[in-house]
């Protein structure tokens, strides 16, 4: 039950686009489409963002999309914001019937 | 609106025993899996147990395998997570989360509740 791996840290400039990655294996992120994404500000619970690769729930603003390509995960936010500030984890279904989150993204909005 | 609670939590000393509880309100609890998620102090989320909507199914991070005991009470819209042989690598808040119907992720979360295993 390795971590899915994520980049520590990411910045982008108010209004660009910035892109989060996430590996696994095939026994996970490849081998399902069951990848979600998080948000979480300081001090507060994590927020559901993206599920099953691509889709949002309602209320989850379109300037958040996913996708995928073979074991690899990505999260990009789009027209970049100061409220977008926070960590944002990956997490997969995997072949155990388990679940598995990456370490984290630090997003810093510039 | 989906409510969730985790209470139990607080400081423990190494190799005793505590019990988290999550109380749910707003929706059908007997229809969903269930899970617990940990965050270490300044650190990432863990991934600890799930539990399916009956009970019938219950999965663990090899981390906590042994040790911990995931359950619920669907009278009491409650679950619950038994850890014993606590250590300082479980120090953490502890959340409950809901499994999102019939798919994979986590749609609603607690607040938390924070485990210190200290001397």
């Known amino acids: 039950q390795s971590a899915l791996t994520q980049p520590a840290s990411v910045s982008g400039s108010p209004g660009q686009s910035i892109a989060i990655s996430c590996t696994g294996t095939?026994?996970?992120?490849?081998?399902?489409?069951?990848v979600s994404w998080y948000q979480q500000h300081p001090g507060k619970a994590p927020k559901l963002m993206i599920y099953?690769?691509?889709n949002r729930p309602s209320g989850v603003s379109d300037r958040f999309s996913g996708s995928k390509s073979g074991n690899t995960a990505s999260l990009t936010i789009s027209g970049l914001q100061a409220e977008d500030e926070a960590d944002y984890y990956c997490?997969?279904?995997?072949?155990?019937?388990?679940?598995?989150f990456g370490g984290g993204t630090k997003l810093t909005v510039l | 609106q989906v409510q969730l609670v985790e209470s139990g939590g607080g400081v423990v000393q190494p190799g005793r025993s505590l019990r988290l509880s999550c109380a749910a309100s707003?929706?059908?609890?007997?229809?969903?899996?269930m899970h617990w998620i940990r965050q270490a102090p300044g650190k990432g989320l863990e991934w600890v147990a799930v539990?399916?909507?009956?009970?019938?199914?219950?999965y663990y991070a090899d981390s906590v395998k042994g040790r911990f005991t995931i359950s619920r009470d669907n009278s009491k819209n409650t679950m619950y997570l038994q850890m014993s042989t606590l250590g300082a690598d479980d120090t953490a808040v502890y959340f409950c989360?809901?499994?999102?119907?019939?798919?994979?992720?986590?749609?609603?979360w607690g607040q938390g509740t924070l485990v210190t295993v200290s001397s």
């Open positions: 989360a809901r499994e999102i119907y019939g798919d994979y992720g986590f749609d609603h």
């Open positions: 707003g929706f059908t609890f007997r229809s969903y899996a």
């Open positions: 539990i399916s909507y009956d009970g019938s199914h219950i």
């Open positions: 095939s026994s996970d992120v490849g081998g399902y489409n069951y």
């Open positions: 099953d690769v691509s």
């Open positions: 997490s997969s279904y995997t072949s155990s019937s388990t679940r598995v």
